[in-house]
């Protein structure tokens, strides 16, 4: 169910399979964009280079990284953003 309309289920919302973005924003390391990746593709699979940008902030200090996957369920996207909000070295997830 939704706010919007409590008769649709997000599995209806979305449509599944779907192209779905994932936004993740951290401190600017190295090891940021690896983690980010291994758990992703955990939940979706490998995921191509082309499918991942990203875009630091004024300081340079924080990056954002966009990464694009074809998202299966709803199930699948709580996954991601459940272990992606607990890692350490990630600030926020958009």
């Not at 190295?30 to 939940?43: A, D, G, H, S, W």
């Amino acid at each position: 169910m939704n706010k919007f309309n409590p008769k649709l289920s997000a599995e209806e919302i979305f449509n599944f399979p779907c192209d779905y973005p994932i936004k993740v924003m951290g401190k600017n390391c190295k090891q940021l964009r690896v983690e980010i990746c291994n758990i992703i593709e955990r939940y979706a699979g490998e995921i191509h280079t082309s499918k991942i940008t990203s875009k630091k902030s004024a300081k340079g200090n924080y990056i954002s990284y966009t990464v694009r996957i074809v998202a299966t369920s709803k199930t699948q996207l709580n996954s991601i953003n459940k272990e992606l909000q607990e890692h350490p070295l990630i600030a926020y997830i958009l």
